[in-house]
């Protein structure tokens, strides 16, 4: 079997198991489900456990970029989360392949379209202070884009790491699974920011991100 078909099984898996979990655990759980925090509150429902956010970035320079990745999670079974994320990214790179035939450097332009499942479980349980923000977070996460240039031996266009291309457009399809942790620092009521430290497990060459991954998002309850 080949590497990449092997992945991507892999890949598939992870994300029936978290799945498999989600169901397994919210079957078994109480109808109320214990507070984030040791504060009296409303008794909860389906949209109090509901949490909206996302984060949006963009960068200048020799490389443009904007990101924009909206977010939803449920709160499901004590401080465990069950989130979903939709990501567009696009980028501009100035002087990114060197055209040998025309002894000049080319323009690279792309916009990317994904999305991802993630769990993300909470530390109140084992602290009633401000550590009890910090969490673990896992994800998959699915992308893709179309590069203005085809991989071939013996093209004339050369990337910055020495690959040869000819004119024409591929897609790129990219899998990855994130591991890492953060922290959730309330700034209102039931508004909050998160920081995120991310490390990718099936990190590639066609990949856009490198390690160690960094996302700063706002979450807002409902």
Same mark, same amino acid.
């Given at each position: 079997?080949?590497?990449?078909?092997? *992945? *991507?099984?892999? /890949?598939? !898996?992870?994300?029936?198991? /978290?799945?498999?979990?989600?169901?397994?655990?919210?079957?078994?759980?109480?109808?109320?489900?214990?507070?984030?925090?040791?504060?009296?509150?409303?008794?909860?429902?389906?949209? +109090?456990?509901?949490?909206?956010?996302?984060?949006?970035?963009?960068?200048?320079?020799?490389?443009? @970029?904007?990101?924009?990745?909206? =977010?939803?999670?449920?709160?499901?079974?004590?401080?465990?989360?069950?989130?979903?994320? !939709? /990501?567009?990214?696009? #980028?501009?790179? *100035?002087?990114?392949?060197? &055209?040998?035939?025309?002894? =000049?450097?080319?323009?690279? =332009?792309?916009?990317?379209?994904?999305?991802?499942?993630?769990? +993300?479980?909470?530390? &109140?349980?084992?602290?009633?202070?401000?550590? $009890? &923000?910090?969490?673990?977070?896992?994800?998959? =996460?699915?992308? #893709? #884009?179309?590069?203005?240039?085809?991989?071939?031996?013996? $093209?004339?266009?050369?990337?910055?790491? @020495?690959?040869? #291309?000819?004119?024409?457009?591929?897609?790129?399809?990219?899998?990855?699974?994130?591991?890492?942790?953060?922290? +959730?620092?309330?700034?209102?009521?039931?508004?909050?920011?998160? !920081?995120?430290?991310? !490390?990718?497990?099936?990190?590639?060459?066609?990949?856009?991100?490198?390690?160690?991954?960094?996302?700063?998002?706002? $979450?807002? @309850?409902?």
């Amino acid at each position: 079997m080949r590497p990449e078909t092997m *992945k *991507k099984y892999i /890949l598939k !898996f992870i994300l029936i198991f /978290l799945c498999l979990y989600i169901y397994m655990a919210t079957s078994s759980a109480q109808d109320s489900i214990p507070s984030l925090s040791s504060a009296p509150r409303k008794p909860d429902s389906f949209w +109090r456990r509901v949490t909206v956010g996302g984060n949006l970035g963009v960068q200048f320079g020799s490389v443009t @970029g904007v990101t924009v990745s909206p =977010e939803v999670s449920l709160r499901t079974v004590d401080n465990l989360y069950l989130g979903l994320r !939709f /990501l567009y990214q696009y #980028y501009n790179y *100035k002087n990114y392949y060197w &055209n040998d035939d025309t002894k =000049e450097y080319m323009r690279y =332009e792309s916009s990317i379209y994904g999305g991802g499942i993630y769990l +993300r479980y909470y530390l &109140n349980s084992l602290f009633d202070n401000f550590l $009890g &923000n910090l969490f673990a977070h896992v994800e998959y =996460e699915y992308q #893709y #884009y179309t590069r203005p240039f085809i991989n071939a031996n013996g $093209g004339h266009i050369y990337d910055p790491y @020495g690959n040869s #291309y000819i004119q024409g457009k591929q897609v790129v399809e990219v899998n990855s699974v994130f591991v890492g942790g953060g922290y +959730r620092q309330p700034v209102a009521n039931r508004v909050s920011m998160d !920081f995120l430290i991310l !490390f990718n497990l099936n990190d590639s060459y066609n990949s856009p991100y490198s390690n160690p991954i960094f996302r700063l998002g706002v $979450g807002v @309850g409902l």
